[in-house]
């Protein structure tokens, strides 16, 4: 049972351009989400995250849009760098936890050609 | 140390064999989480500590699973009797209590089961 999907395995943008990241999940409860980061051969790293009371959330050249009735979440990336080629995971976690248990997608491959 | 630290970074092991996984967390984490990545996909979560108790070990496939936590620091995920369903890279976070979602992940413990 996937409750976290991110549908599209891989990704390829050029230099410059935006680089729209997606995310699905079918749990009603989740109610913060977030984007990590991933290079070869090391941790994910924290990108960013919105709360559900929020549909927007921005810092410098990343952008996450949720949307709660479609149950939907995407990451932009503006403009797009070749370093941030890298595997990007969406999270999610429930309402009223007390710890950090997230519910991961399986990832998507970006891959900026300069 | 600056960062979590797992060892090994890669293991190879037989089939039927016993294994042991090692994650040293940033000093004064408190919370100690384990994941998995199976290939293909996403960081599945195993364990979690608060401090050296094991509120939540929902994750754990099976009873061949076990992990422990000393002094409130280093951690030890062991898995016996090792099948080849078990390879995955096995990730070790950190973070400060109450801090849901601000981990430190290692780099991750590489292991294939032949």
């Known amino acids: 049972d996937q409750q976290v999907k991110q549908n599209s395995p891989s990704l390829s943008v050029q230099e410059g351009r935006i680089s729209i990241l997606n995310c699905d999940y079918t749990n009603s409860m989740f109610d913060y989400f977030l984007w990590y980061k991933k290079y070869p051969a090391e941790g994910p790293t924290f990108l960013i995250s919105?709360?559900?009371?929020?549909d927007k959330n921005e810092d410098g050249r990343f952008t996450v849009f949720l949307n709660k009735s479609a149950k939907h979440l995407s990451l932009h990336i503006v403009p797009s760098q070749p370093g941030d080629s890298a595997v990007y995971f969406c999270a999610a976690l429930p309402g009223g936890t007390s710890y950090g248990k997230l519910t991961f997608g399986q990832g998507t491959i970006l891959t900026v050609h300069p | 140390g600056a960062g979590v630290s797992q060892s090994p970074s890669n293991k190879v092991t037989e089939k039927g064999k016993d294994v042991e996984l090692r994650c040293d967390p940033i000093?004064?984490?408190?919370?100690l989480y384990w994941y998995r990545q199976s290939l293909g996909q996403g960081l599945e979560f195993l364990i979690y500590f608060q401090g050296n108790s094991a509120p939540d070990k929902s994750g754990l496939p099976s009873d061949r699973f076990s992990a422990e936590r000393t002094g409130g620091s280093v951690s030890t995920l062991t898995i016996q009797r090792t099948q080849q369903e078990d390879s995955a890279v096995y990730l070790c976070?950190?973070?400060?209590?109450?801090?849901?979602?601000?981990?430190?992940f290692g780099s991750g413990t590489r292991l294939t089961v032949v």
């Open positions: 976070a950190s973070s400060l209590r109450g801090a849901n979602y601000g981990y430190t």
């Open positions: 919105i709360s559900s009371i929020k």
């Open positions: 000093s004064g984490h408190t919370a």
